[in-house]
């Protein structure tokens, strides 16, 4: 019997131990026993950091869709799969069952080849959270066709640079989104996205608001009707262990978002099995991640690791605020939520305001309180402790990354002792690394220093698509032989990590990665703008805020400062999105430069954190005197 669930911290350490000792063994078990597979593998796991290639479960064949839901027909077929929670509190919630989530898929991956997708094909999904992302998601697997979804908070113009960078074929969208009280008109992005992008030949429409869009005719669909006239069977598509499942895009510190590539068999392994640990999933659970299936928290822990597990997955559309802020804790109660996952940015703004909304609701059922994507501050963990879990509920502080597919360092819930901040152990198979600036792994505990991976685990990402080059630039060639995450960490006395930030030009606002190079890309094409440099600042909710130092042409010297900061924030939305904007904008002289005409973020850093007594050498800079302007005028 493999170790599929760990239920004791001796048994965390001898299964951890073994996982490393005999890595391709312990996998081997793993995958043998909880999946199933229409081929079984030749080798394990080969790979080489040097080119770098892994691979995992070569030869196997499968359908991560026959894992994720044909498998559980017989056992499971009138259990809930997912369970979706619409936007309007009003509106009655769908328990999608796994026989119809089987039917749905086939209806839907049946209309995807009847529009001409073939294996290897991509498909970009630009969806709010309705059921028919997940739907589609599926449908793409079960046909072997590659997703590409983009979060639905991106602009047209993000949309477009995605659709183009994998080539998409055809986008999957809806006639709009319900966010709160808002609606977002989705198909005019799409349609605005679509002008610059010549290789989608069809669209998708989901109706889900009702309104009034334009239909381009032979290029956009109504969904619906296509769907009643599929047939509810469709054989999976057997692929090869190493096929590509999605493309995920996440942005770098340079250039265009990195569309990174899962594959199939690995990623599947992985997701399902840290899923059923770092939650303590059992078979009556109700789970609830509240993250947006447009990122890989989304992918990984609302659609395939859970559906793995024949798991009941809740999907929420709308979001913690709306009718207010009590509507998280309604949802816990009403539908009686055992696992609960969210980000330090929502704990922090529910926290503000307070816990009354909390004592209205019975959170008794709750089991296991989830965290990831940016460090958790203590505040925010006691909070999250006291006033969600009454210190009943463990909390996994889950660290992990776009490009990781699964969760790397995690507490696993009565199990490990947790440590408020601290994401704790490596998980099974996970070995990880502190390494010092001259590239040496340092050794020993209480300890800081950039965080590696030194040895492959199975969800991890195989390239770039498109580039595997900047796969190699990016991650394998800071520290050799060793996988970079650009994260900063510390390891405490008894080998917990903490996770301090990242230490590249990626600042996360929110829970969401920005690079600063495309939001300066962004600014610099105002006409009045000659130079920018953004910079993030601790925020009591978002984590970090952006501030961006702006530099103007002479042309721009007699414009009014509010209103080009305006123009300045407009255009970062159009390029990016709302995400993207800057929380404060200060126009300056000049930007301090190295001699090499290098921007000195570390000072501009240091100057928006109001933390200026010590401001390090700015002898070597190109033009010092600018530094002293910069901070009198401080916003
Ligand atoms: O800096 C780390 C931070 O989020 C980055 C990864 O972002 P993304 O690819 O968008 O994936 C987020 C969801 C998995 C990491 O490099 N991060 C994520 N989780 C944590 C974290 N920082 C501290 N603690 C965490 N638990």
């Not at 086939?106 to 630009?126: H, M, T």
């Not at 792994?441 to 030194?454: F, S």
Request: proline share 5%.
């Amino acid at each position: 019997m493999s170790n599929y669930h760990i239920k004791h911290l001796e048994e965390y350490y001898q299964v951890y131990r073994k996982s490393i000792r005999e890595p391709e063994n312990f996998w081997e078990e793993i995958a043998e026993e909880h999946f199933m597979w229409r081929k079984k593998w030749d080798k394990v796991l080969s790979w080489d950091f040097s080119k770098p290639e892994v691979k995992w479960f070569e030869g196997a064949q499968l359908n991560i869709t026959e894992n994720c839901i044909d498998r559980h027909l017989a056992t499971r077929g009138d259990k809930t799969a997912i369970l979706f929670e619409p936007n309007n509190p009003d509106e009655e919630a769908e328990h999608i069952t796994y026989s119809q989530l089987h039917q749905r898929v086939c209806k839907f991956a049946n209309v995807l080849k009847s529009q001409g997708v073939k294996k290897g094909d991509r498909v970009c999904i630009y969806l709010p959270m309705i059921p028919e992302l997940a739907i589609s998601v599926l449908a793409c697997a079960r046909i072997g066709a590659i997703h590409s979804v983009v979060f639905a908070g991106f602009s047209s113009s993000a949309l477009a640079t995605r659709i183009n960078d994998s080539d998409c074929k055809m986008v999957i969208t809806s006639d709009g989104s319900y966010r709160g009280s808002k609606t977002i008109d989705l198909k005019g992005i799409v349609d605005d996205a679509l002008e610059d992008c010549q290789g989608v030949n069809s669209v998708l429409v989901a109706k889900r608001i009702h309104s009034e869009i334009e239909m381009k005719a032979g290029r956009d669909h109504w969904l619906q009707p296509l769907l009643d006239d599929a047939s509810d069977v469709c054989k999976a598509e057997i692929m090869n262990a190493e096929d590509p499942l999605f493309i995920l895009y996440t942005s770098g510190s340079t250039g265009k978002p990195k569309g990174m590539v899962h594959t199939t068999a690995g990623y599947m392994v992985y997701t399902a099995y840290t899923f059923k640990n770092v939650f303590q999933y059992r078979e009556k659970d109700v789970y609830w991640c509240t993250a947006d299936i447009g990122w890989i928290t989304g992918h990984s822990y609302i659609v395939y690791g859970p559906l793995c597990n024949g798991a009941t997955s809740v999907m929420f559309e709308g979001v913690p605020s709306y009718p207010d802020f009590g509507r998280f804790w309604e949802i816990v109660e009403k539908h009686k939520v055992n696992q609960f996952y969210t980000a330090p940015t929502a704990i922090r703004a529910l926290a503000k305001e307070g816990v009354d909304h909390l004592e209205k609701h019975d959170l008794t059922s709750l089991k296991v309180l989830g965290t990831v994507g940016e460090p958790i501050n203590e505040e925010a963990w006691h909070w999250y402790d006291d006033n969600v879990g009454k210190k009943k509920s463990p909390i996994v502080d889950t660290w992990w990354q776009t490009e990781t597919g699964g969760i790397m360092i995690s507490p696993i819930p009565f199990v490990t002792p947790t440590k408020p901040t601290y994401a704790t152990l490596p998980f099974i198979g996970i070995q990880p690394a502190l390494m010092d600036e001259n590239g040496q792994e340092i050794k020993g505990n209480q300890v800081d220093g950039r965080l590696c991976v030194k040895f492959p685990w199975p969800s991890m990402a195989r390239t770039i698509w498109g580039n595997h080059q900047r796969y190699k630039d990016t991650y394998f060639s800071a520290f050799e032989n060793k996988y970079f995450t650009g994260d900063g960490a510390l390891r405490d006395e008894v080998g917990y990590y903490r996770i301090t930030g990242r230490v590249d030009d990626v600042i996360i606002v929110s829970g969401h990665n920005l690079g600063t190079a495309p939001i300066e890309d962004a600014i610099n094409e105002h006409p009045a703008v000659a130079e920018s440099a953004i910079v993030g600042f601790p925020h009591d909710i978002k984590g970090n805020a952006l501030y961006g130092y702006v530099t103007l042409k002479e042309t721009g010297e007699s414009r009014d400062q509010n209103n080009l900061r305006k123009e300045i924030n407009q255009l970062i939305t159009e390029q990016i999105g709302p995400i993207a904007k800057l929380d404060k904008i200060q126009f300056t002289a000049g930007l301090p430069k190295t001699r090499s005409g290098k921007i000195m973020r570390r000072i501009l850093r240091k100057i928006a954190c109001k933390d200026t007594s010590n401001l390090g050498d700015t002898s070597t800079l190109l033009n010092p005197e600018i530094v002293q302007g910069i901070m009198d005028e401080a916003l």
